[in-house]
């Protein structure tokens, strides 16, 4: 093991003792979900062949259900075949298996006739769990549309406050955990994620500002055996053991937290449990998008899985959930060279008490480097902050950098005088990382400015990934606006603004809003397929 390796372990257990306790004694679970989820029908004629793969268990979805927001009834009759198929699954190494519901709404929070149907759901997919002995139910919070979350876009927003949708939250929550009791004993509510990507006391405009109600709903109808997880869908782009420590230690410590009522924090660290997450796609760049796996070698991608899912499982209570939408693990479709053998080498190393044997920090760095070079991203920038974001207002805030650009000039910032200053990445990195230029880096707002040189005027795309929230200017005008309430990862090419490059020089401004954690952002400027681009020049001073 090396140092780094063994200075984390200690740390694991030295500031984790409850979970790695639990880790140490309790066989961990490793859940496969994605868009190869299987119906139950399926699963029935196809078990022995699904239980060959290395899990413990899959999350299913039954046909004509899942949305248990919906303001009508499921009709019990159409789902009966789906019924019958879960009675007939003969498991034998799958032994913790979900059935799936998500949250889109079309739901009222205050209609009680709303609500009759949203119960009727939920028991119609507990009764699915039940019937399919499966270990519980899997909620997926997460909404792009029909948000039930997020006040301001609730139905009454104007009459009520966002203290009585609160209220109202927590209610329903106690009546989605009842309900799943009444027909599940001590079920196992597996979640994609809870309180983990959530920075401070939500904001009424917050993408799930009503979810922290929610979850103390559950918790004031919580009996003792019933399992919550936290599935920490941010741990999808991790990169080091330390990561999935300080997440788990996060996780436990929102019991003390001011999203936990006080009345509710034993009953958080009761039932509460912190699960990891594994993502194929980044990992083996599989997506739409181009990742830093594709800057890397099968065997190396391989490699950071093994490490990935190793130290996931290690720091996890219970449960991980490895997640794709590019592959089929059922039909044996897509699944990239060397995934499955990384799984099995991780899951054996862990079983054997064994240590990982490698890191893959300058692996991860090297990828980077070639990342940098072949995709030509920005390294000269001029930067200045930080400037205040309290309770996320920066965003919106216009300060003296998008009034003017005057690189001679001094603002209030909010420790004291700002200015610009001029910045180089050195050779092989393309992060402009903040917290390594000013302080503090919690709430706070930073810009950053270059310059382009295009001989012709072209069509192009800006493409940048920015943690969090990112305004972008080109030339003084506003064409990217867009506020992460919760938080995010800054992802190379996340945003791509289309763009008219003039001949000559042209002014790119971006202003990057913070929450907590990492901050910085990525820019680069391409062809419309995404390719560098050529024939411009980039430089933070205009000659």
Known sequence: MSKRSSAIAMLVVCVLPAAVGAAQARQ??????GADEPLPSFVAQHIREMEKRPFDGVIMRVRNTGYIFENKKWDEAEVAAEFQALEQIKWDKFTDNFILMHAASTMDWFSDADWDNVLHNVGLCAKAAS?????????DPEAPVNNPWCYTTQAHAKEKTFEDYQAMARRRGAQFMAKVQEIMPKPVVHTFFLLSPLRGRPAPHDNYALLPAFLNGMLDAAVPGTVITDGNEGSYHYENERQYVDSCRAIHGAADGPLVAAENRAKYRAHVQCAQALYVDHLFNLGDRVDIGAFMSPWERARWFEHNCYWALSTSDCYVWLYSEKMNWW????IPPGLEE???SAREKLAGGQPLGFDVSRMIARARERETKQLNLVRDFNVIGPFNNERWLGHARVYPPEEKIDLSATYEGLTGPARWQQVTLREGQG?????RIMQPKDWTVAYALCYVHSK????????TGTNDSIKLWLNGRLLLDYQAAEGRWAIIDDDITPVTLPAGWSTILVKVAQTTGNWGMYLRISDLKGAPLPGITVAARRP
């Open 431 to 435: 992060y402009l990382d903040f917290t």
């Open 331 to 334: 039909l044996n479709k897509n």
């Open 131 to 139: 019937l399919g002995r499966c270990k519980g139910l899997c909620f």
């Open 456 to 463: 012709t005027r072209q069509q192009a795309q800006i493409r």
């Open 342 to 344: 990384a799984v099995v």
């Open 28 to 33: 961990k679970k490793l859940i496969e979900f």
